[in-house]
């Protein structure tokens, strides 16, 4: 499963999203928008003017969302 969680520095749902993700043992990729002006188009084209914002294979959403969270690491399970 690939995750890209596009943020900026000093972001507090960001830095939350990443330890949700750390402690489940999910990995991810970080994408500055700071620093990459293609992923900012990117987000701004999904409809999206906070971060983060965290795209998988199969969805996007906003903010810091322990749910989506604990979805994720429970489909990564094998049955």
Same mark, same amino acid.
């Given at each position: 499963?690939? +995750?890209? +969680? ?5 972001? %507090?749902?960001? =830095? ?6 750390? &402690?489940? @043992? +999910?990995?991810? &990729?970080?994408?500055? *928008? *700071?620093?990459?002006?293609?992923? *900012?188009? =990117?987000? &701004? /084209?999904? @409809?999206? $003017?906070?971060?983060?914002? %965290? $795209?998988?294979?199969?969805? =996007?959403? /906003? @903010?810091?969302?322990?749910?989506? +969270?604990? *979805?994720? /690491? ?6």
């Amino acid at each position: 499963m690939t +995750i890209t +969680i596009y943020t900026k520095p000093d972001c %507090v749902q960001c =830095h939350a999203t990443c330890r949700a993700l750390d &402690r489940k @043992g +999910i990995d991810y &990729r970080l994408v500055d *928008l *700071l620093d990459d002006e293609q992923a *900012l188009h =990117h987000v &701004r /084209s999904l @409809g999206y $003017q906070q971060v983060p914002v %965290v $795209q998988t294979a199969n969805e =996007h959403w /906003s @903010g810091f969302r322990p749910d989506k +969270i604990s *979805l994720m /690491s429970a489909s990564a399970i094998p049955a």
